[in-house]
Structure formats: structure tokens, C-alpha cells
């Protein structure tokens, strides 16, 4: 049974960083390509950032050049480095994988706040 478990959120002025983790059991984590999401109060959940299995990256406009996607392999693991956080990114941060049986799997989020 595959599960991602999130951790490292919590209350950060703005401007100030937090460092995220996702750990997974029960897939080949390296072979993975691996996301975070994040949801907002009142809003729809919303595409983060992604790193593959090939370690190449990819992150919303919202966030780019602030957070920072990474992963080991051998922890079974993934990153969001948050840099120059915002009030706006006050959320619920979502990882998720995708199974070979195309069933995404969820973490159960952790929840990061802004203050301004």
C-alpha cells in the first residue's frame, strides 16, 4: 500500500522560509515523478511543483525562482525548500504520486501560514 506522509509546516512570518518533506513507503520512490500541490482556503487545490524520476523540475509561476523542489532517494523522500514566503501562500500542502495503475495517492497535508 503506498503512503505519503507530509511534514514541516507551520506558521512563518512573511519572508520567512519553511522546508517541507514527503516521505513515501511502499513504491519504488525512485522510479516516482513526485508533486506538491497546495489549497488555499476557499479555493480549488493547485499544481505546486514536480520533480521526476529523471530529477528534472518544474514549478507554478506563482512560486518559481521563491521554492525549491528536490528529492533523495535513498530517504524516500521529497523537498519544497519555501523561500520569500507570502501571505498568499498560506495552504495546505498536498504531495502526490502517481501508482502504476494510474491511482494518484495523497498525503494528508500539512498546513503552512503566512503572517503579514
Known amino acids: 500500500q503506498v503512503q505519503l506522509v507530509e511534514s514541516g509546516g507551520g506558521l512563518v512570518q512573511a519572508g520567512g522560509s519553511l522546508r517541507l518533506s514527503c516521505a513515501a513507503s511502499?513504491?519504488?520512490?525512485?522510479?516516482?515523478?513526485m508533486y506538491w500541490y497546495r489549497q488555499a482556503p476557499g479555493k480549488p487545490r493547485e499544481w505546486v511543483a514536480t520533480?521526476?524520476?529523471?530529477?528534472?523540475?518544474n514549478y507554478a509561476d506563482s512560486v518559481k525562482g521563491r521554492f525549491t523542489i528536490s528529492r533523495d532517494n535513498a530517504k524516500n523522500t521529497m523537498y519544497l525548500q519555501m523561500n520569500s514566503l507570502k501571505p498568499e501562500d498560506t495552504a495546505v500542502y498536498y504531495c502526490?504520486?502517481?501508482?502504476?495503475?494510474?491511482?494518484?495517492?495523497w498525503g494528508q497535508g500539512t498546513l503552512v501560514t503566512v503572517s503579514s
Open positions: 502526490k504520486t502517481v501508482t502504476r495503475w494510474d491511482l494518484e495517492v
Open positions: 511502499g513504491v519504488i520512490f525512485s522510479l516516482k515523478d
Open positions: 520533480i521526476t524520476s529523471f530529477l528534472n523540475t
